[in-house]
């Protein structure tokens, strides 16, 4: 289970560290957002994440960057704080100085949420992989079964070029139904409109569709 720490205290790096390792977390850490933009993108299941770092604030980062679920900490106790973070997706805030017994387990709550739920997120977009819905901003999406269909198999093969003939064989094998080169399109532009996140589904010219975003990925509604 691989963890990134974005944390500039180097105590409590390596106090979190030297616990999470010791019960066979794999940690890697940045001190800096500008280091963290850097490492973020290689398929952590947790970030662990300072507010106050010396390049900026945390959240901000968590907003633009981060699409795992992330543990919050923090040296400001104010319900408003706690409040902000939550509302803006945390998993969990935790408030510094804390106890290693408390911070472990806050850890493996988190993750054993969301292996069970089986979630993937990016951005504001919410994907419920065993109950096959999507939501943006926790709202769910109304989308046709075809449309899911497109959608879900392009998560599958996240990251890989899916041809246009591929994505076409799927949905006839699985739902039945003709779809030729223009319904797909059609499809595919209305996936986008409808999550209102033009990058979502990237075009490959004279190849097909890939989904990059998965470089992140992971987490509950």
Excluded: Q
Aim: charged fraction near 30%.
């Amino acid at each position: 289970m691989k963890i990134l720490l974005v944390e500039d205290s180097e105590m409590i790096v390596k106090a979190i560290k030297f616990l999470l390792e010791e019960h066979n977390y794999e940690v890697s850490v940045a001190s800096t957002i500008k280091d963290a933009k850097e490492m973020v993108s290689n398929n952590y299941d947790l970030v662990i994440l300072d507010v106050m770092l010396p390049d900026g604030n945390g959240l901000d980062f968590f907003k633009n960057y981060i699409n795992v679920p992330t543990l919050v900490l923090s040296a400001h106790d104010e319900e408003d704080d706690v409040v902000t973070s939550l509302d803006l997706g945390v998993e969990d805030y935790i408030i510094k100085p804390f106890r290693s017994k408390e911070l472990l387990s806050r850890i493996n709550n988190i993750i054993k949420r969301n292996k069970k739920n089986n979630i993937k997120m990016y951005k504001n977009i919410t994907f419920d992989l065993d109950a096959y819905r999507v939501y943006v901003d926790k709202n769910e999406i109304d989308l046709t079964g075809l449309e899911l269909k497109i959608l879900f198999y392009l998560l599958e093969n996240k990251g890989i070029l899916v041809t246009r003939d591929m994505i076409i064989n799927r949905i006839c094998d699985e739902s039945g139904k003709f779809v030729n080169d223009n319904t797909l399109s059609v499809y595919i532009k209305r996936i986008r409109e409808k999550i209102g996140c033009e990058d979502i589904i990237k075009t490959v010219k004279g190849g097909g569709y890939r989904m990059d975003l998965w470089k992140k990925l992971v987490y509950g509604v």
